[in-house]
């Protein structure tokens, strides 16, 4: 197998570990990434084995285009993947997570590609109380973030309908795992209660810990992405990609407690904006369209990811 396929936002938490898999799977691999968010160091060991590491920005068209030629299909997963953030700069997330999608995808349309899997977020659900949450639900996008990425979605949709672009967006619902960055203020929860617990300083806990999650490993999400990469008859197609249960923050606390041996002290504070009360997905679209199912339940994934982090941060 030699196809040639791009992931933008490669040097990411996500991206770096879809090169890998891609890689794994025989395919080539080229990435674009302005390393904003991303870290050159997520790819450091695999460096030679990835045809072309182009830092590029995809808010640059002409970048886009040059990325795109040649390649089979683009994973697109760059992005200022922040829901504070957005709050903060709406311009600059919406240049970065719709503009640079739009080039993308024109990029593709352009350069004869043949499949474009987008990287979508649970964000677009908001606070609506039905759960699980399933595709066909109302979007309510609380912010610009997952606005953004809905209309992403949307225009995947439509370049399906107008190009004939064969596309599918997955909406990752609390991704986790290995390189995944505590240092950033907007940083995800599970690294930032896993960096807290080997500090041995106390878990700030935004609300009062009931609200709920559906976290996915981040193996199962480069499953997701290479199940999509191979399907017949996707056009459009949006899916959940999560583990399919629930849990709360403070049971997610509980867990990393357990796995890790190490009780801290909880300190809980006032909700963020723009978060949302509870999340649970549906996930059987996935396994429909794409034959996706988690492999990797969450204690299993934490007790990876926690050893990772121990080994990082020079414990255990």
């Given at each position: ?20 898999g891609?890689?794994s799977?025989g ?14 160091e ?34 697109h997963?760059?992005a ?37 899997i987008?990287?979508s977020s649970?964000?677009?659900?908001g ?5 699980p ?30 190009f004939?672009?064969?596309?599918a967006?997955?909406?990752?619902f ?15 929860v599970?690294?930032i209660?896993?960096?807290?617990i ?9 609300g ?9 490993y ?5 499953k997701?992405?290479?199940q ?8 459009g ?6 583990g399919?249960e629930?849990?709360?923050v ?7 407690e357990?796995?890790s ?8 504070t006032?909700?963020r ?6 999340s649970e ?10 034959g ?10 934490l007790?990876k ?6 080994r ?5």
């Amino acid at each position: 197998m030699s196809d040639r396929v791009l992931v933008t936002g490669g040097g990411g938490f996500i991206g770096s570990h879809l090169v890998r898999g891609l890689l794994s799977e025989g395919y080539r691999v080229s990435v674009l990434d302005n390393f904003l968010t991303g870290r050159r160091e997520n790819l450091q060991e695999i460096a030679d084995d990835i045809e072309t590491i182009r830092e590029a920005d995809v808010r640059d068209l002409q970048s886009c285009m040059e990325a795109a030629k040649g390649v089979t299909a683009v994973f697109h997963l760059a992005a200022l993947a922040s829901v504070p953030r957005s709050i903060e700069e709406p311009i600059l997330s919406h240049e970065i997570n719709l503009t640079g999608t739009l080039n993308m995808l024109q990029a593709a349309r352009e350069n004869g590609v043949s499949r474009f899997i987008f990287s979508s977020s649970s964000a677009v659900y908001g606070d609506n109380p039905a759960t699980p949450k399933k595709e066909d639900m109302e979007p309510d996008p609380l912010s610009p973030y997952a606005l953004h990425k809905l209309a992403g979605e949307y225009y995947c949709r439509q370049y399906s309908a107008l190009f004939g672009l064969i596309t599918a967006s997955l909406r990752y619902f609390n991704v986790f795992g290995t390189r995944q960055d505590p240092e950033s203020q907007y940083a995800a929860v599970v690294p930032i209660f896993m960096s807290a617990i080997l500090e041995d300083e106390p878990v700030r806990i935004y609300g009062d810990g009931e609200q709920t999650r559906d976290f996915v490993y981040v193996g199962d999400v480069v499953k997701a992405n290479l199940q999509a990469l191979g399907a017949e008859g996707l056009n459009g197609q949006v899916m959940n990609i999560a583990g399919g249960e629930k849990v709360t923050v403070n049971g997610l606390l509980g867990a990393l407690e357990t796995v890790s041996g190490i009780s801290t002290e909880r300190i809980y504070t006032d909700p963020r904006p723009g978060d949302i009360r509870h999340s649970e997905a549906d996930i059987s679209a996935a396994a429909v369209h794409i034959g996706y199912e988690p492999a990797v339940g969450l204690e299993d994934g934490l007790q990876k990811t926690f050893e990772w982090f121990s080994r990082c941060q020079g414990t255990g």
